[in-house]
């Protein structure tokens, strides 16, 4: 169950996993990523370039590539594609590069209340039909925290048990 399989990840501290964060411009992944470092989320600017950031989090090192998702900076995505154990989006799925990388789909900006709901995102991106690799969709605000952490370590416990 899931609980053995959390305490074997506890057991090996010093994995590194490497998360490559895709999504529009706007979406609030860099929010979302100082949000997980605990810090200050009030000056945030769209990304231009990208952003590394390594984050502790409960026995994993976490580096998380956070790409700026302006329209014109989207064609770049393609150079960020080596080695990544985590992503986010779903129209990312068909890349030959990223076959089998896990996913982890962040409905963020659940705290305004015109958010549409983790059910109906996964419904709109038709993730049930996924098969070929591990996918999970959470619910967060990057805006208070809600979400962001507890779930990031479910995706991997996921991740860890299937690969
Ligand atoms: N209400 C609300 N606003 C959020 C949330 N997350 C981010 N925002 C806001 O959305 C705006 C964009 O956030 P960013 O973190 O810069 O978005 P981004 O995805 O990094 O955007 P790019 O760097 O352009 O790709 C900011 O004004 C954030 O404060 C959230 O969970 N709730
Ligand atoms: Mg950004």
Redo the contacts with the bound molecule.
Sequence with gaps: GLLSILRKLKSAPDQEVRILLL??????????L?QLASED?SH????QGFNIKSVQSQGFKLNVW?????RK?RPYWKNYFENTDILELAELLEEEKLSCVPVLIFA?????LTAAPASEIAEGLNLHTIRDRVWQIQS?????GEGVQVRLQEGLATWQHDS
Excluded: V, Y
């Design positions: 999504g529009l411009d706007n979406a609030g992944k860099t929010t979302l100082k989320i945030i600017t769209p990304t956070d790409i700026g998702g302006q900076i963020n900006k659940q705290d305004l967060c605000s990057a805006l208070t």
